[in-house]
Structure formats: C-alpha cells, structure tokens
C-alpha cells in the first residue's frame, strides 16, 4: 500500500523471515466478511512487484525512537521518517524451556509438531482457542489428553451450546476425503527436514493463517481414528520429566474409555502433566495452545511507549503509537480508541490484515497532511473461519462480550447441520454464530449494523420456515 501511494519513497521492510506472507484469493465475502488465503512467497517477488521496496531480512536488535533510528541483528543501523511496527504475537507458552512443551503459531512449530506426532502415541493438549480446536479434530491415530480452562471447547469463539453441537464430530469417523478447502494452503518450500531437536518456540515464524493444518500429514502411530478425552475446568499444575516422576512415587492414569474407573497406568512415559483438577497423565509431549503474547521486547527498551493490559503497543484511532512518527498494528498493537459497540479486537489474521492497510493510509495521510476517517472494517467484529469442517461465521459481539446481564439469546440447531445463534440486546442485534451453510450472514451482518429494531418478530427471527432475508435485504 505504502509502496503504491510513494512510488518514489524508498521503503524499507525489516523480517526476521525469508519468506513473506502475501494475501491471494481474496474474496469479499460481504460489507465486512473476508476469505482469502495465506502464501508464503519469497521476498524477491515483492521487490520484483514493487522496486521501491527494499526487503532487509534481519531482526530488529534495538529502536532509538529518539533518534528516528532501527538496529539490525546484524549490526547495521537504518534512518526512518516514519515506522510501522508489525511485529506480531509470540506463542504464550504454559513453562517456558521444557523440551516437551511445543508451542504452536507458525508453519515452523507446525513442522515440529508434524515430525513428533509422527512416534506419539499420546500428547497433551492445552488451551481453548481456534488453533488448539483446529489441531484435536485433525489429530488421528493417537490418544489425545485436551486440558481446558472453560466448562465447554472453543470458548474464544462459542458458547456451551455450539460446543455442544460441534462435539459429535470430534467422536464421528472423519470422512477420508475432507472437502475442499478454499483458503490458507501452507506449503514449506526449501526447508527440507533436518534432523535436530525441537526448535526453539522464541524464534519467530510467520502466524498461521486458517486451515494451516492443511496439507500437514496429522497421524501418530496408532490405528484408529479419534481419540480425545477432555478434561474440563482445569490447567497445567506441574510437569514432570520421567525420572522426576519416579522418585514422586504417584500414580498417572490410563486414557479413560467410556465413564469406568479409571485405572493406573503401566507404561512410562517421557513426560507427565499434573492438573489443578489432582489428576496425572503421561504423555509424548504436550501442546501449549494458549495464546499469543504482543511481540514487543525487541522495542520497549529506551523507549516510553504505552502498553496496553494485555502488553500491546497502545494505538489511536489512526494507528499511532505514544511516540511520534511510530505507528503499530495487527498482533502487536492494543486498539485503543472508542470501538464501535460491535467491534473488539481479536488477534486474527483477517483483523492484522485490516490494520495493516489501514495503517498504511494512516501514514500516507499524515505524511501529505490530510485527514482521515476510521475504516469500516472497524465497524463490526466479523470473521469466517472453518471448525471441525463446518463453515463457522461469528458476528458482533457474538458472545455478549460486554454486555453483561442485559441481553438474551436465540438459538437454532439441526444437529449435524446447523447452528444459529443471535445475541439480542433491547430488541436490537448484537451479534451472531452461525455454524453450517445457513446463508445468513449478510442479512444478520445488516441487521446488526444498521440496529433495526426487531422486538415485533420475536421468535420468528430465527424460524426456518420463514425467509428472513426476504423481509430485510
């Protein structure tokens, strides 16, 4: 963007990576839904598109906002007139340096994580979220321990009810022909598999986009199809490495079929895990799927930004840091301004892909001295995702986020088809979850932005004999 609006600006992209994530088959779904796919592509090929562009693959050692200067891990130092920090998020793992402990957010922990499920016969998966949600369901031929936090899976994007909805697939015999997928294919071109340990989860690769477990091959060693127990309302207490374990004298359990006893286990295992709930398991290794944390040490030193609670680089409504001339956005930023009553910040790859455009006209705007409105990206919370290979679009504030007690839900399901859910707050629409192939999304998506009120439909809203879109497109 900013290499179009300055065609004679030199600009210079800093990554620690080889390759680049460029945006392909983007596809606007409606006003503020977007598909598109993910492509790592050699920087070469941004350089070649845009010669003002000067791609400089190193890490960033230190800034000196003071002195309007970066410096490179590799001993260098380069002047900006403006910067924009688009460093991303790292993985939030649950004990930092465990040999054991793999965290998953890029296509290089993917790799690591293909290449040990590959002789495991049992991990541990902890965390709630899209990616530990995405890596259970594709997981197959191995025992899988899934520790969450919450009552019900996939708290980040629904609630109890579409948990419990999805959570037959997860026991079903997945098709063999999965269907075609239409976004983020990763390939891994020239990193041919070397031989070494687990590599460091602090080194930082690119995030996964969507489907990212596509085209990896997610089979251990066993030959059945799913097996996942899940452990509710629970975290990680301790981990033991297996001599540790020998000397506690304590006893770990057996994958527990159906609700029998639960038998101690014989076989010994590398690592053991503890949850707060007293139970023990071991394990082949164990996932920490928890999150990521904002990617800011590299530039907080020296440096008076403000952080955001959540440790993001604080941005305005025109994606300015504290400091002058510094400019932040996607996984890194915290969004600091007033939002719309129907837009949070999530760090997903649509939204980094909408603040970095925006972001972009930001600068290009201030540097030319005018002014400029928000986005409407920022207008409503939208997302297109796939779950358990259902089509799943959440809308809004589409778990009450912020609404306290003052709103009420309506429900519709189809079990094994569809499942409708709409937040509704004094006769007006909040936000929605919308899992299957319902074709409501543009009609809801009007209805939440517009705030139409719809008191005089009641539960005819969301009954299927009745087109909806018909009253309101």
């Not at 859910?421 to 319902?438: F, P, W």
Request: with cysteine; proline share 4%; glycine share 8%.
């Amino acid at each position: 963007k900013l290499a179009m609006e300055f065609p004679s600006e030199d600009i210079f992209l800093m990554t620690a990576s080889p390759v680049i994530k460029a945006i392909t088959n983007f596809k606007q779904v409606s006003k503020t839904l977007e598909e598109f796919d993910v492509e790592e592509q050699p920087s070469s090929l941004l350089e070649k598109r845009y010669p003002n562009i000067k791609v400089i693959q190193s890490g960033v050692k230190q800034l000196k906002s003071d002195v309007h200067k970066i410096f490179t891990e590799d001993g260098k130092e380069y002047i900006y007139e403006k910067l924009c920090l688009c460093a991303g998020a790292k993985p939030k793992l649950i004990f930092e340096g465990n040999p054991y402990v793999l965290g998953i957010r890029d296509t290089d922990s993917a790799q690591a994580f293909q290449k040990n499920l590959a002789q495991a016969e049992r991990i541990v998966v902890v965390g709630n979220g899209g990616i530990a949600l995405e890596l259970v369901y594709e997981i197959q031929g191995c025992e899988v321990i899934w520790a969450i936090k919450d009552k019900a899976i996939g708290n980040t994007f629904f609630d109890a009810g579409a948990a419990e909805f999805l959570i037959p697939k997860l026991t079903a015999e997945k098709q063999e022909t999965p269907i075609e997928c239409k976004r983020t294919k990763y390939t891994m071109e020239g990193s041919e598999e070397k031989e070494g340990p687990i590599p460091a989860s602090d080194k930082l690769g690119s995030a996964l986009g969507p489907d990212w477990h596509e085209g990896l091959h997610l089979k251990g060693t066993k030959e059945f199809c799913h097996k996942v127990h899940i452990e509710i309302l629970c975290e990680v207490k301790k981990i033991y490495l297996q001599q540790e374990f020998i000397q506690l004298q304590r006893t770990s359990l057996t994958f527990p079929k159906e609700e029998k006893n639960v038998e101690p286990d014989e076989v010994l295992w590398p690592v053991y895990v503890e949850l707060t709930n007293g139970k023990i398991y071991g394990c082949n290794f164990i996932v920490s799927a928890t999150g990521v944390v904002p990617n800011v040490k590299p530039f907080l030193d020296g440096n008076d930004f403000a952080v955001g609670e959540d440790g993001g680089l604080k941005v305005d409504k025109h994606m300015h840091t504290s400091l002058p001339d510094i400019y932040a956005a996607g996984d890194i930023c915290t969004a600091s301004w007033e939002p719309s009553p129907v837009w949070h910040q999530m760090r997903l790859w649509t939204q980094a892909r909408q603040m970095g455009w925006y972001a972009a006209k930001c600068m290009a705007a201030d540097t030319l001295g005018e002014s400029i409105d928000m986005d409407f990206s920022f207008e409503l919370f939208a997302h297109v995702t796939k779950f358990f290979n259902y089509k799943v679009v959440v809308l809004g504030k589409y778990n009450a986020q912020g609404l306290g007690l003052d709103h009420e839900l309506m429900l519709r399901c189809t079990k094994g088809q569809e499942y409708v859910k709409v937040v509704m707050q004094n006769g007006r629409m909040m936000g929605a979850v919308l899992i299957g192939e319902t074709d409501l999304e543009e009609t809801f998506e009007n209805l939440i932005l517009n705030q139409m009120d719809l008191s005089a439909y009641g539960e005819d809203l969301l009954n299927p004999d009745i087109d909806i879109e018909d009253y309101f497109d």
